[in-house]
DNA sequence: GCCAACGTTGGC
DNA sequence: GCCAACGTTGGC
C-alpha cells in the first residue's frame, strides 16, 4: 500500500467536481509527464490512498482524501483528437499515458493551507514543499499521511 | 502578470 | 550526446 499526494487545479478539476461525480469517483486523466506516468502505472494499486491538493488558486493546500481503486491503465483522452489532452505520438498498442481511478474518501473541513504545511517540522520533507518540485503526484510517507489527517481533524 | 524552476524539443 | 530555446507549472 502505497500513500500520495495528488495537485489539481480546483478551477479545472477541484474536491468539488470530484464530489459531484458519479460515486465520487472519476479517473485521474492528463497526466503527461514521465516520472509521473511511471508512478501510475507501475506502483499504483487497489488500496492506495491519496490526498487531494488545491494548487495555482487563491489557497493553495490540502482538501481531502481519496481512495485509488485499482492499478493505473492507458490513458484514453491521450487517442482523441479533439481532447485538449490528445497526445498524437501515443499509440493505443503502446499507450505512452496512464490514468488511475479515484474515489473521493474525505473532504476535509478544512483545507491544510501551504503556509500551514509549511509551519510544521514534521512535514518539512513533503516533496510538495520542495522547492521547483512540479511533480502532479508525489509519494507521502506514513508519518507524513498521519501527521496531515490530524492536522484535518483538529 | 511576474518569474524561478524544471521538463522537453530539436539542431548540430 | 550536448545544450540553447522554448513551454509549463505554480506560488506570489
Redesign the pocket.
Known amino acids: 500500500m502505497h500513500y500520495w499526494l495528488m495537485?489539481s487545479?480546483p478551477e479545472v478539476f477541484g474536491i468539488d467536481h470530484l464530489a459531484a461525480s458519479p460515486k465520487r469517483t472519476a479517473a485521474w486523466d492528463g497526466v503527461?509527464?514521465?516520472?509521473v506516468r511511471n508512478m501510475i502505472r507501475d506502483q499504483m494499486q487497489k488500496g492506495d490512498v491519496a490526498l487531494f491538493?488545491h494548487?495555482?488558486?487563491a489557497e493553495?493546500g490540502i482538501v481531502g482524501s481519496m481512495r485509488i481503486l485499482g492499478p493505473g491503465y492507458p490513458d484514453s483522452t491521450a487517442f482523441q483528437p479533439r481532447h485538449h489532452h490528445f497526445d498524437p505520438?501515443s499509440d493505443p498498442k503502446k499507450p505512452s499515458w496512464y490514468m488511475v481511478d479515484v474515489q473521493l474518501e474525505k473532504r476535509f473541513p478544512r483545507t491544510i493551507s501551504?503556509?500551514e504545511l509549511k509551519r510544521h517540522a514534521a512535514l518539512k520533507s513533503m516533496l510538495?514543499l520542495?522547492?521547483?518540485?512540479?511533480?502532479?503526484i508525489t509519494p507521502v510517507t506514513p508519518a507524513e499521511w498521519k501527521t496531515i489527517l490530524t492536522l484535518a481533524a483538529s
Open positions: 495537485k487545479e503527461r509527464n514521465y516520472q491538493y494548487s495555482s488558486c493553495p505520438k501551504l503556509p510538495i520542495r522547492r521547483g518540485n512540479r511533480l502532479s
